[in-house]
T-cell receptor, first 108, second 115 residues
């Protein structure tokens, strides 16, 4: 069946550091790919998405590119802020298969 | 601006008790989902529905039941609660299957403890 593997956390970075959270997937067909973010005590919300190979999703300074050849969708941000501290989930369609989540902690 | 609303937010149950988690959405979405989130395990799909009167099992349906009598509502029933059902439950909805027509919209979650 479909599955998503993402790097385990917690990931601790200093403010303004470069961020990469790795995500790889296995799926049949051509899924769409998502990154969701969960702030403490809240539900998940969509951060960005890509619906076909080579698409780049972007939002709030975060980016991820749909790489079909490597079955990857790595999340990147050039300069993180304390407010980016949250849990990040990689997911794919059609029924929202989720990775285990990566807890990101940004220190001032 | 309600979106997806879940109740209750917190609940403690004794082993063997039953309860219903309520979920309603006001976005006229056809698709609705129930997930559970356990620490370090991501989200697991319990049940989903593609429209009123239609439901189907997800990855972890045992111990749960659902119904979908209206487009808006998708309650999750726990029968004979067990400690293994201690979790945070999220209801979500979408216009269609996630990815084909858009994103999942999540409720704020319901934290259930079974003692």
């Amino acid at each position: 069946g479909d599955s998503v593997t993402q790097m385990e956390g917690p990931v601790t970075l200093s403010e303004e550091a470069f961020l990469t959270i790795n995500c790889t997937y296995t799926a049949t067909g051509y899924p769409s790919l998502f990154w969701y973010v969960q702030y403490p005590g809240e539900g998940l919300q969509l951060l960005l998405k890509a619906t076909k190979a080579d698409d780049k999703g972007s939002n709030k300074g975060f980016e991820a590119t749909y790489r079909k050849e490597t079955t990857s969708f790595h999340l990147e941000k050039g300069s993180v802020q304390v407010s980016d501290s949250a849990v990040y989930f990689c997911a794919l369609s059609p029924l929202g298969t989720f990775g285990k989540g990566t807890h990101l902690i940004i220190q001032p | 601006n309600a979106g997806v609303t879940q109740t209750p937010k917190f609940r403690i149950l004794k082993i063997g008790q039953s309860m219903t988690l309520q979920c309603t959405q006001d976005m006229n979405h056809n698709y609705m989902y129930w997930y559970r989130q356990d620490p370090g395990m991501g989200l697991k799909l319990i049940y989903y529905s593609v429209g009123a009167g239609i439901t189907d099992k997800g990855e972890v349906p045992n111990g749960y039941n659902v119904s979908r009598s209206t487009t808006e509502d998708f309650p999750l029933r726990l029968e004979l609660a067990a400690p293994s059902q201690t979790s945070v439950y999220f209801c979500a909805s979408s216009y269609g299957l996630a990815g084909r027509t858009g994103e999942l919209f999540f409720g704020e979650g319901s934290r259930l403890t079974v003692l």
